[in-house]
Nanobody, 127 residues
Framework: QVRLVESGGGSVLAGNPLNLSCKAS?????????MGWFRQAPGKEREGVAF????????YYADSVKGRFIISKNNDKRTVYLEINGLTPEDIGMYYC???????????????????WGQGTQVTVSS
């Protein structure tokens, strides 16, 4: 059973950065072809925002976050990271670490395409 545990959420002033982490277990969980992040804003559906291939050479970003979000990973630590820059109130929501199908690293996917979900970490932005 794959287990994904997020950390790093919290309340941040608008304009500031925030770094999220996701650790995968067991060891082979981090060998997934594509891992990344979904987010769910209050009252809205979940949206895939960033995904990264196993080797890190392929990254997909939703249009809504391009230029501000950076996804990376450390396979030795079985950890995927999401750097969020220039936080705005539109970034408020629950952020979920996910294991997606290979196509997630190339195009937007639906939440029904996701194989495994973390429990989520809350991001709040204050002005």
């Amino acid at each position: 059973q794959v287990r994904l545990v997020e950390s790093g959420g919290g309340s941040v002033l608008a304009g500031n950065p925030l770094n999220l982490s996701c650790k995968a277990s067991p060891d082979d969980a981090a060998s997934a072809d594509c891992m990344g992040w979904f987010r769910q804003a209050p009252g809205k559906e979940r949206e895939g925002v960033a995904f990264i291939s196993y080797g890190g050479g392929i990254r997909y970003y939703a249009d809504s976050v391009k230029g501000r979000f950076i996804i990376s990973k450390n396979n030795d630590k079985r950890t995927v990271y999401l750097e969020i820059n220039g936080l705005t109130p539109e970034d408020i929501g629950m952020y979920y670490c996910t294991e997606g199908p290979p196509k997630a690293c190339y195009a937007q996917i639906r939440d029904s395409d996701v194989g495994y979900w973390g429990q989520g970490t809350q991001v709040t932005v204050s002005s």
